[in-house]
T-cell receptor, first 115, second 111 residues
Framework: DVKVTQSSRYLVKRTGEKVFLECVQDMDHENMFWYRQDPGLGLRLIYFSYDVKMKEKGDIPEGYSVSREKKERFSLILESASTNQTSMYLC??????????????FGDGTRLSIL | GQSLEQPSEVTAVEGAIVQINCTYQTSGFYGLSWYQQHDGGAPTFLSYNGLDGLEETGRFSSFLSRSDSYGYLLLQELQMKDSASYFCAVFFSGGYNKLIFGAGTRLAVHP
């Protein structure tokens, strides 16, 4: 079974802090994704990566950056945390080979609170 | 732009059948997926439709009509454990296995 592990289940940080959310997958997937999930808005894509050191902006990249130094690890960085970034953050991965409709496999999420 | 619409809430009783609709507006539509998410859990993949018609997987079926930009998820013989949020999500030909998700439908199954 694919395992996507997010480093923290709950995290509380202060406004202005630099925040790192870590995600590791164990299935050698090329594609990795970061979403945020807010009530009534579903999952919105922040950034994704289709290979090591490659990254593409999603729909809401402002205030975030990412790092993919190794294939299995994809980090989301909040450069200067703000209260409107309080949310549930979900990491996902999928293989790139074959059809583009490969299912995405999600981690359990990190509930981040910015005070 | 890209948008998906699905009802915010649906309620049903055990043993019943429920249909969750999804309409979409996207450029370069490739296919429609459905994901299930229990409270506090990770979204999990349920089904994919790339062609028009019905795909069946056990108690769950998913339908797509590309000409109507419409799909639905059909859940039969509802069980309490089916209480969850259900998201439709669109693949489009921008590549990289990227998905656009709907806002989700919260299904409550009652005894």
């Amino acid at each position: 079974d694919v395992k996507v592990t997010q480093s923290s289940r709950y995290l509380v940080k202060r406004t202005g802090e630099k925040v790192f959310l870590e995600c590791v997958q164990d299935m050698d997937h090329e594609n990795m994704f970061w979403y945020r999930q807010d009530p009534g808005l579903g999952l919105r894509l922040i950034y994704f990566s289709y290979d090591v050191k490659m990254k593409e902006k999603g729909d809401i990249p402002e205030g975030y950056s990412v790092s993919r130094e190794k294939k299995e690890r994809f980090s989301l960085i909040l450069e200067s945390a703000s209260t409107n970034q309080t949310s549930m953050y979900l990491c996902a991965s999928s293989p790139r080979g074959g059809a583009i409709n490969q299912p995405q496999h999600f981690g359990d999420g990190t509930r981040l609170s910015i005070l | 732009g890209q948008s998906l619409e699905q009802p915010s809430e649906v309620t049903a009783v055990e043993g019943a059948i429920v249909q969750i609709n999804c309409t979409y507006q996207t450029s370069g539509f490739y296919g429609l997926s459905w994901y299930q998410q229990h409270d506090g859990g990770a979204p999990t993949f349920l089904s994919y439709n790339g062609l028009d018609g019905l795909e069946e997987t056990g108690r769950f079926s998913s339908f797509l009509s590309r000409s109507d930009s419409y799909g639905y998820l059909l859940l039969q013989e509802l069980q309490m454990k089916d209480s969850a949020s259900y998201f439709c999500a669109v693949f489009f030909s921008g590549g990289y296995n990227k998905l656009i998700f709907g806002a989700g439908t919260r299904l409550a199954v009652h005894p």
